[in-house]
């Protein structure tokens, strides 16, 4: 079955610290692979996406993801934190059928906290 | 561009009520997908809709009900309310036709709350 795993619940680092969030995906063919960002009472915001190609990927507000096949993971990473990166990370896989129904399946998700 | 929009912000209905949702797609969409983000989960895929026909269904009950316009436009129906639809809702579009998977946008989500 199809699902993705985000093994840490919290996680608190402080501010200027590296920040590596880790994602385990489950999925029979090649995986498109997205993190997202929820601030509280927000929607989602797309920070990067894994389709095909290079499999280090840059994003937005200084994210990067390395897509691992070997490992099935798709970690978050980002080499210096800022307050305003406090909130909840999603990690998704894309399901479906080209050109027709798709969704995404997302991880339970991780709650970043940022000290100052 | 406009994005994904819905309404309301924020919703309360008792047990047993209907409820409904409602969603604009982002200019240039055709697809409208929509998710049930229960308090410290992972958003769930509940159904998508194209060209006005359910187009694929994840594990929610038939009280869960939509529509799609002929603009892109959507609704999502919830029939005798429990405890449990306490949540967020979430509405993505994506434009179906392209390779690969449809990217899909999300709008920022209509709390419901059920008491």
């Known amino acids: 079955a199809q699902s993705v795993t985000q093994p840490d619940i919290h996680i608190t680092v402080s501010e200027g610290a590296s920040l590596e969030l880790r994602c385990n995906y489950s999925?029979?063919?090649?995986?498109?692979l997205f993190w997202y960002v929820q601030s509280p009472g927000q929607g989602l915001q797309l920070l990067l996406k894994?389709?095909?190609?290079?499999?280090l990927v840059q994003g937005i507000k200084g994210f990067e993801a390395e897509f691992k096949r070997s490992q099935s993971s798709f970690n978050l990473r980002k080499p210096s934190v800022h307050w305003s990166d406090a909130a909840e990370y999603f990690c998704?896989?894309?399901?479906?059928?080209?050109?027709?129904?798709?969704?995404?399946?997302f991880g339970a998700g991780t709650r970043l906290a940022v000290h100052p | 561009e406009t994005g994904v929009t819905q309404s309301p912000t924020h919703l309360i209905k008792t047990r047993g009520q209907q409820v409904t949702l409602r969603c604009s797609s982002q200019?240039?969409?055709?697809?409208v997908s929509w998710y049930q983000q229960a308090l410290g989960q992972g958003p769930q895929f509940i159904f998508q809709?194209?060209?006005?026909?359910?187009?694929g269904r994840g594990n929610f009950p038939p009280r869960f009900s939509g529509l799609q316009f002929p603009n892109y436009s959507s609704e999502l129906n919830v029939n005798a309310l429990e405890l449990d639809d306490s949540a967020l809702y979430l509405c993505?579009?994506?434009?179906?036709?392209?390779?690969?998977?449809?990217?899909?946008?999300f709008g920022p989500g209509t709390r419901l709350t059920v008491l």
């Open positions: 993505a579009s994506s434009l179906v036709g392209g390779i690969g998977f449809n990217e899909q946008f």
């Open positions: 999925y029979g063919a090649t995986p498109y």
């Open positions: 894994y389709f095909s190609g290079d499999t």
């Open positions: 998704a896989v894309g399901a479906g059928v080209s050109g027709g129904y798709n969704k995404l399946i």
């Open positions: 200019s240039g969409h055709n697809t």
């Open positions: 809709y194209y060209r006005e026909e359910e187009n």
